[in-house]
């Protein structure tokens, strides 16, 4: 009996040690990495990623006002299945906590496609 616990004993300690580690939800670690993801991500193209950084970067890069995260592709996806233009004419009208435009006033709708397209894009995780 002494023995059979022993030979437990360092696989209950690892187990306890993963769990410690990456927390009690299975998906937190993968949680964890698009918000490290959402905070930095910016799209390759310069003037779009400027213009993410003084419009949607505020919100969508910590999920302010439960704005979906920038690389969370599950969040994205639900709304995508609503079709592009819906989600840009949102965008145009504002939507809940997101004001008109995104606060991208002077943006047309190929910028907003494009920043939505980039916001869309899953990190890897
Ligand atoms: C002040 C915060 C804020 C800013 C700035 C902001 N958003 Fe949002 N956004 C939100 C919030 C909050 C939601 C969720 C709205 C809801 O579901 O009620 C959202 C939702 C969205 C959606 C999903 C709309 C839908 O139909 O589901 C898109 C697309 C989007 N934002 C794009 C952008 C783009 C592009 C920019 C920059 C040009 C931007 N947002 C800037 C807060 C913001």
Redesign the pocket.
Known sequence: MTQLLLRHTPVTVLTTLTLLLFGCSPTGSSDQAIRNYAETAQPEDSELAS??RR??M???SRG?????LTGDGDAWNK?LE?GME???D??VSG?????P????MD?DTTE?RE??AF?ARPAET
């Open positions: 213009i993410y419009s949607c505020a919100c969508h302010t006002s439960d704005a979906p709304r609503k819906p989600l840009v949102n965008v939507m809940g906590g997101m004001p435009y995104g606060l991208c943006c907003f920043l939505i916001m």
